[in-house]
Structure formats: C-alpha cells, structure tokens
C-alpha cells in the first residue's frame, strides 16, 4: 500500500518546476518503481525504499538509537541530537557527491515551499544555515548526476539507495 504524507501544501505547489524536476529524476531513478509513486505526494522514504527494493536497486536502512524502540544501549536518542550530529551520521560514511541535488527537507512537504537545488559539497552548510531544523521529519535527497537517491525517515532512520543497481535482478 503507499503512503501518503498529510499535507498543508495543495496540489497546484507540485507542479512546480522543483517539484516536476525532483518526480522526473525519481522516475528515471527507479523506473520499475512507479506504482509506489504514483503523484509528489507518495514521495516518502517509505515508498521510496519500496520502489528501490522492487526495482532491485540496492540499499541498507539504519535504524538510529531511539528510546521507544530500547535501543540506545546507553547512547542519546537520535532526536536529542543537533542537525550536524544526524548529518554527519547519515552522510559520514557515504559524503554527498559533488554535483547538484535536490533537496527535500519536511519544510517542502509540509508547506508551500519547493524543494531546493544545491551542490552536494555546499550541503553541510546549507543544512547548518536553514531557519528551520532539517530532521523532524521525511527529508529526501535526489542526486541529479549520481544514481542516488538519500532517505531520512521521520522514525529516526536512513538509507542511501544506489539506482545503478535499478533495473538489474537483485537475485542474480
């Protein structure tokens, strides 16, 4: 089943230009994966992640420390940790690439707003600088010269989904 996000923005905000490019590469991305994605809307790292597995593009989910789940062992939640602690967790081990991505913060799927172009080496600073905090919610990030798509999860988790491997049998 997909899943929705609720969303205060209408349905005129996601024919935007941002919005039409972010679906575009989606849909080039995962091409098998379409009927978990069938309007902006559906762009969730849920539907995302199930798109990826049907299309065989590989990807690994993290689960971050979290108290409703028992698993800090002794660590902080993930959700007292500031947004260039969960940055540098979520892209330490695998840096944005450097050209252009778009950016989908829950800003973007909350509001009015669409999703921002940026270059993945000026990412850090743009998510150190936004006037809101960039992991409260499903945040998304489309590379638009790297076959990779990154997923934030609003229940403290990530993944980074490899696209060259869409298409492919994951059984072979």
């Not at 597995?53 to 590989?58: F, I, L, P, R």
């Amino acid at each position: 089943m997909t899943s929705k996000l609720p969303r205060e923005t209408n349905a005129a905000s996601f024919r935007r230009p941002g919005w039409i490019a972010v679906r575009q590469r989606v849909s080039e991305l995962l091409p098998a994966g379409a009927r978990h994605l069938p309007d902006p809307s559906t762009l969730t790292p849920d539907n995302l992640c199930a798109a990826a597995e049907e299309t065989g593009a590989t990807f690994q989910f993290v689960s971050l420390p979290s108290s409703w789940r028992d698993s800090t062992c002794g660590q902080p939640h993930w959700e007292e940790w500031g947004r260039l602690e969960l940055y540098d967790e979520v892209f330490g081990q695998l840096p944005p690439a450097p050209g252009e991505l778009w950016f989908v913060p829950p800003e973007c799927l909350r509001r009015d707003v669409e999703p921002y172009l940026v270059r993945g080496d000026e990412l850090r600073t743009h998510v150190a600088t936004r006037p809101f905090f960039v992991f409260d919610g499903d945040a998304l990030f489309v590379w638009t010269e790297s076959p990779r798509i990154t997923v934030f999860h609003h229940e403290g988790g990530y993944a980074h989904i490899d696209c060259a491997t869409a298409g492919e049998d994951p059984t072979s």
